[in-house]
Structures are given as C-alpha cells and as structure tokens.
C-alpha cells in the first residue's frame, strides 16, 4: 500500500497527518505527504515521501492573512485561494494515483474527491474536530451563530441546506466546470459530497464528540491522535528552569500560524498582573509580544506541549483541537479564547467536560481573563481534569487509525485485483 497522506493548515492541522504517516511506515507501507513545502523537512525527519501542494509562500498568503482570522471575512478568502488551485491540485494527486495508492485526506481539498471518482482509488478522509460533521441533531457551534446552539433540528437541516446552496453558487460551478472537463457529471450539494463514501475517520474519542443518528454512516472514531511532531522532545533549558523557580506557571499560547496576537498577549500580561501569577507566552513571532517584559513572565518561540502542560497551573490558548487534547490529557485546567472556525465549539466542548471554560472575543480583556481563571483553579476543576487524563493512559489512536486505514485499503485493492476494475466507482459522478 502506498498512503497518500494530504492536508493544508499549520501544525495542528498537519502534525497528525505526520504521526499517521510514522505509523503507517512502521507497519512496512509506503507513505507521502502532501502538504505545505513548510513540512519537507518534518515529513523527511519520519522518513515520509513528500510533495508540495502549495509553496511557503502561497501557503503563508492564505494562513497569514489577516482577514483569515476573522469569521465573515476568512471564507470568502478561502473559496478564492483554494479555487485558484483547484486545477493544479488535481495535476498532481492524478498523478499519485497509481493501482496501490490510496489517498488520506482532509475534507476540505476537494480535488482529492474527483481523483477518487475518476480513478476510483480508495479515499479516507479523516476529520480532527467533531465541528466539521454538519449534524441538525448535535449541531456544531458556528461564529457568530453561538446564540442559535439550541434552536431546534428543523432550523439546522434548513441552515444545512442554505449552506449547500451557498456553496453550489461560490464554488459548486467552478468546481463542476472542471468535473465536466474530467467527464464526471456535475454535482449539488457541495458539502453533502465533500467527504469520503467510502471511510470517515474521525480523530477524536467518542466522549469528546458523540456520534449521532445523521452523522456518515461511514465515519469511526478512533481517538486524538497524540503527536507534536517528535521536534525538541526536551524544554528548552531557561523554559525548564523557569517552571522549577516557582509555583507553577500558567501558559499562554494561541496557534502557531497565529500572527495577529499582540492584543491577546496584553491581555494576558495584564492578568498575570492582576493574579500574581508568573506567565509563559508561547509565539514564534516575538514582534507580537509587550516590551519589555517582567521577570515573572518568560517568552519562549517553542515548547513541546507533552513536556510543559504537566509543569503549569493552567493553559490559555485559542481553542484549536491539538492544544485542547494535549490540555485534556496533561490533566490542566484550560481558558479558551476562541478566535474562529472549531475553537468555540471546542471551548464549548471543553467546558461540558468540566475541564476549562471559554470567554467571547469582547470579554476576553485582562480583567475577564482573570476572573476566570481564578474560577477555574479550583479543586473541583483540578480533580475532574485528572479524571480525564487517566482516559489517555493506554491509548493509542494514530495506531488504531493506521490498522482501520490498512484493513480498508487491503479490502478495496483485493477487490480491485479480482474484478479488474477500479477499487469502486470507476469515475462516476454522484
């Protein structure tokens, strides 16, 4: 078997797709990842093949854009980038697609599903937040849509619809435009097509996002897949010394690809200030940081979360799926802030659980941080954070997930070889 593994995003978004990928090369297959040229190197440290599906800089002119930042604004930013792309990103995963191929791939680049039609190679997409799943019965939390999280079912299968429709106007025509150059009939409904017919892994533990009756019926769960990329398994040594100075600290970080957070790092200074709480700011952008800093507080462009989340009294963060799980299993409170896509139904997420809280955007200055925090440092908060992370212990999803993705994939190329035809549906449309 040769996986394809392909995703866009930052290291959250990629870091599991690297992890799968080590998994799966240690069970003796062929791996490559298609990703960002960003991750050449990581891909390369594990041993993986690699492709570039965009260049560092097409990459960072989407995900350092301000505007993607921004809910309203990052969607249509997104729907013009990835549109312009679509013809080459269907270039070059055609070209993959050889008899032993099959393709892992996030949801969202949807040329990786006309390959699958016009090839019929097997196609896995995997999906890291339950947000992504467009239940009418769970619905998930949208930005700026919070105050409709009740409304009833009817409301959401009406929203769902409303959300195809947009999406058959934006993209849908663009998109059957190159279907009908592929000889594949055009198709509606965009985002009822956009997964996998065949498997759905979704990367998270069923008591974090329960499945429901109008989920894929093709869609497992097979838990967070653990991985931070195997880079500075150490703290780097002022970071780790800082931790032992003192009581522990609470650290703060907001996503790697996060160039906008200079508001949020002064809020949480201010905070820190009016907890007397020692503080570490996690950025590779130190431009983003107040200066000077105090001595209570320790600025570090990288940090192993596995190794520093067990050392500090909580983490604030921005609610992206990777930090939430890595939270969740060091047994540590956690405030999210979120900023856009998953991260408030995550935060929400988080707080069902009784393991943090979230703060709206608006409320999320110095004195609100710090009120709730103060709620969460609590013994009630502490003790149910540790129920949670004795749920880690013994498992090992990005193991579980390469087993299902090998089973699959040795049942649709057996069945390939038998019948001599492509894995499934031998390029028809839907």
Known sequence: ?????????????ILPYVGLGAALRARGHRVTLVASAHYESLASAHGLGFRALVSVEENDALFGHPDFWRPGRNMPLMIRWGLRLRQRHYELLSKLAAPDAVFVTTPALLPARLVHEKTGTPLVSLVLQPWMIPSAIAPPIMPGLVFLRNAPAVFWKLFWRGANLGGDIFIGRKVNRLRASLGLRPVRGLFRNWLSPQL??????????????????????????????????????????FCRAGNPPIVFTFGTGMAHSAPLFRAALEACGILDVRGIFLTKYRDQLPDPLPPSII????????????LCAAVVHHGGIGTVAEALAAGVPQLIRPICFDQIDNGERTRRLGAGAWLKPRRARGREIADALRKLLDTETLSRCRAISARFKDANALETTAQSIEKFAAEKLALAAVTGASPDNNGRGN
């Open 1 to 13: 078997m040769h996986a394809i593994l392909v995703s866009l995003g930052t290291d959250g978004d």
């Open 299 to 310: 600025h570090c462009a990288f940090a192993p979360f596995r190794k520093l989340f067990p």
């Open 200 to 241: 759905v892994l979704g990367l998270f533990p069923e008591w974090y996002g329960k499945p429901q009756a109008d989920w894929p019926p093709q869609m497992r769960l097979t838990g967070f897949p653990m991985f931070d990329g195997g880079r500075n398994a150490d703290l780097p040594a002022p970071l780790a010394e």
